[in-house]
């Protein structure tokens, strides 16, 4: 028998059975019943705005899957752009098909010198690397006008893989600019984490050789941030998406999403906390604060998870192996301590506070040193896959323009009254 959930207006009598499919029920429904009757959820915490079958996300139970594929098998046989393959044609990538999409992203990670020598120099010298980002992303739809035909598989499929190709070079650009370094351009003989990193460190040297631990650690990092279903700049993408917006506008959008600090900024937050916690010493201590309402733990928690989130799991083990190439992170046995006397007090574990993806990915990034205006930066370089997965599923459903109600709570009518007489 078919589940479902049957409602009654209480002002009426009547009712209406909806059928319950994939775990939603169908708004339209109610709204039969209920003409003129809103759903108030300001944060869409409780409402589902999309069907896809991109990525699942079982929060409850800490389970991660793109396309029906672990997360964890993925991180440990997978690479980055074999993934991003994934969340964009549904399946994994036979040889020869990986071969093609590989040789394509390659051959597109150059940017036209205009937008580097005219835009991304124009910036003031400490502009912030994400900012730089924003901008150029949306400057690149005047550099690539016939994007606008959306329709066109062909060409959607061209912006598809000039926006994947050229982030990391957008992001080492805008890093070099805002340090004083010169541009360096992309090597096409180098694997994609590889040559992010010779983009962003490559100084005298005639060819860049980026340690493989370091450049699998990236692309493991890559991986696990690749997607994440509904979240707030993902669904920035789908609403400008949805007003067939090109897909560079609609990018620079989900982008600008990130960079808030409540969506992409976690990871410095969690470096700046244990920084300023110093030793582990303190800890004890600072717990005690956070249960008393003086601080908050950065990196437990999820909007989502109320399991451990299994892409922390992962970046703790990622994180020992970049330790034994670049050093311990003197910021460790804090975290680790931190993250042993959190997950044995029953405050936390009440409350389902488990460490999430940001706890141990700033230590990484910064045993790389990258400096922490680059977190979030390195979080947009693989999300863009995500994105564009999403938007070309939202044109392939074929969705109509977002346009959500609102409550009004502002005074009734009432007539104008001149300015002399106010």
């Not at 929060?59 to 396309?67: A, F």
């Not at 990986?98 to 120099?121: A, C, G, S």
């Not at 983009?199 to 040297?205: F, P």
Request: net charge negative; hydrophobic share 40%.
């Amino acid at each position: 028998m078919a589940e479902s959930v049957t409602i009654t207006d209480n002002r009426t009598g009547e009712s209406v059975e909806i059928p319950i499919t994939n775990g939603g029920v169908d708004a339209a429904q109610w709204s039969k019943l209920l003409p003129g009757v809103w759903f108030f959820d300001p944060s869409f915490s409780t409402t589902a705005a999309a069907s896809s079958s991109i990525t699942e996300l079982d929060g409850e139970n800490g389970i991660l899957r793109y396309g029906g594929y672990p997360i964890e098998q993925l991180a440990e046989n997978s690479s980055y752009l074999e993934v991003a393959y994934l969340l964009l044609h549904g399946e994994l990538p036979t040889a020869a098909e990986f071969e093609v999409w590989e040789h394509d992203i390659t051959y597109h990670t150059f940017i036209h010198e205009n937008v580097r020598k005219r835009f991304m120099e124009g910036f003031h010298h400490d502009a912030h690397p994400m900012g730089i980002m924003v901008s150029t992303l949306a400057a690149l739809s005047t550099f690539y006008p016939n994007a606008k035909d959306i329709d066109d598989p062909e060409v959607r499929y061209k912006q598809i893989i000039r926006l994947i190709a050229k982030m990391p070079t957008i992001a080492a650009g805008a890093h070099r600019h805002s340090v004083g370094m010169p541009f360096v351009y992309p090597d096409n003989n180098l694997d994609f984490c590889s040559n992010f990193l010779s983009m962003m460190w490559k100084v005298a040297e005639p060819h860049y050789e980026a340690d493989p631990v370091l450049s699998r650690a990236l692309d493991v990092l890559f991986i696990l941030h690749a997607d994440h279903e509904q979240n707030c700049s993902t669904t920035a993408m789908r609403v400008v998406g949805s007003s067939h917006a090109d897909p560079y506008s609609a990018t620079a959008a989900a982008a600008a999403a990130l960079y808030g600090p409540r969506h992409g900024g976690a990871n410095e937050a969690v470096i700046r906390m244990l920084t300023e916690i110093g030793s582990i010493d303190n800890v004890e201590a600072f717990i005690s604060d956070v249960k008393a309402g003086k601080g908050r733990l950065q990196g437990f928690g999820h909007r989502v998870y109320k399991n451990y989130d299994p892409r922390a799991k992962i970046i703790k083990q990622t994180a020992y192996d970049v330790f034994e190439v670049t050093g311990k992170s003197p910021l460790l046995d804090i975290a680790l301590k931190l993250e042993e006397v959190a997950l044995n007090d029953d405050y936390f574990v009440s409350r389902k506070l488990y460490p999430n993806v940001d706890f141990y990915s700033g230590l990484i990034y910064q045993a790389m040193d990258f400096p922490m205006e680059m977190f979030t930066v390195l979080f947009a370089i693989p999300r863009v896959s995500g994105w564009l997965a999403h938007w070309q599923e939202m044109l392939d459903q074929n969705s109509r323009i977002a346009r959500p109600r609102q409550l009004y709570a502002g005074p009734a009518v009432r007539d104008y009254v001149p300015v002399e007489a106010r």
